[in-house]
C-alpha cells in the first residue's frame, strides 16, 4: 500500500472510533415505574423514591432512565401498561399500589419487580413469603390495611356519641375484603354500627356521601385506596361540607380539612422501594431480597376541623398526635 492511500485509511478508520466506542458501551438501564394514580397526586412519594434510588447511586437522566405508565384511577389501564413495560424490555419494574403490582407480576415471570402495597403480600399472592419471596418480585408493605381497626378506635375515641359510623371503599381494591372483615369485627367490639359505601371512581363519591346523610352516619373511615389517596383534598372538602367526622390514613388528608389521619409514611415506603430497585440494579435478584415493611406510622389532628365540627380534641388525645393543625 502506498504511503498516501495508508493515510487516508488510518485517517478514515480513526474518524469511526468514537462512534464505534459510543456503540459498544452498555445501555443505560431503564425502569419502569407503574401507579395506579394519577402523577400530581404522588408527588412526595415520588420524590421520596429518587431519594432512595440516588442512595444506591442511582440517578435519573445521568445513569438509569425511568419510564412512567400511570393509570390516573382508571385501575382497569394497569394490565395494558404493564403489559406495555414488558414489550419495551424495561431492566426492572416498580410497582407502586397493590393493583399496579399485581398487574405487573401478570404480566412477566422474568422482569425483576419491586412492589409497594397497603395488603399482606403473601394473600395477595405476589410472594411466596415474606423472608423468601421467590421468583422475580418482592417489595415494600405499610401497615395501613392492618390499622385501619385502630383508626376505627380513634374515631370513636374523639365522637364517642356516634352509633352509627361507615367505611367508604373501593370494591376492585384487592384489599377490601380483608379490610372490611377486620373493621366489621372492631366495629362489633365496639358497639358500633358499620355500613360499608362503594366508590370504585371519583364518580361514585357524591353517591356514596348523600347515603351517608342518610344513614345519619356520626363517623367515616376512608378505606386504603390509591383511587382515596389521590382524591384525598376532594375527600377532605366532601366530609367538611357534610359536617361528617372523618379518619383517612394520609397526612395531606388532615391538612386538606380532613379531621384525622393515621397511617405508615408513605414516603418511608417509596425510599424503601427505591433502595430496592438499585439494588437490583446493582446485581440483586428480588428472591433473595425479603420483602421490607414501613413501621413507622403518624396520626395527625385537624384542630380547626375539630372546632368546627363542635368537637373537643381531648388532651390525651393531643399528647399522641405527631402533628395538631390549626
Known sequence: MRRRDFIKAITASAATWPLTARAQQPAMPVIGFINAAPAQSYKPQLVAFLKGLDEKGYVDGRNVTIEYRWAEGHTDRLPSLAADLVRRRVTVIAATTTAAALAAKAATTTIPIVFTTVGDPVQLHLVSSLNRPGG??????????????????????????ASVVALLANSTNPNTEANTKELQVAARTLGLELHVLNANTERDFDAAFAKLIQ?????LVIGADALFSSRSEQLAALALR????????????????GLLSYGTDFRETYRLAGNYIGRVLNGEKPT????????????????????????NVPAAMQARADEMIE
Open 288 to 311: 433473595d431480597l425479603p420483602v421490607q415493611q414501613a413501621t413507622k406510622v403518624e396520626f395527625y389532628i385537624n384542630l380547626k376541623t375539630a372546632k368546627a365540627l363542635g368537637l
Open 215 to 219: 344513614l345519619r352516619a356520626g363517623g
Open 136 to 161: 422475580n418480585v418482592t417489595g415494600v408493605t405499610q401497615l395501613n390495611v392492618e390499622v385501619a381497626p385502630k383508626r376505627l378506635e380513634l374515631l370513636h375515641e374523639l365522637v364517642p356519641t
Open 242 to 257: 357534610h359536617a361528617v367526622p372523618a379518619i383517612y390514613q394520609t397526612r395531606d388528608f388532615a391538612v386538606a380539612g
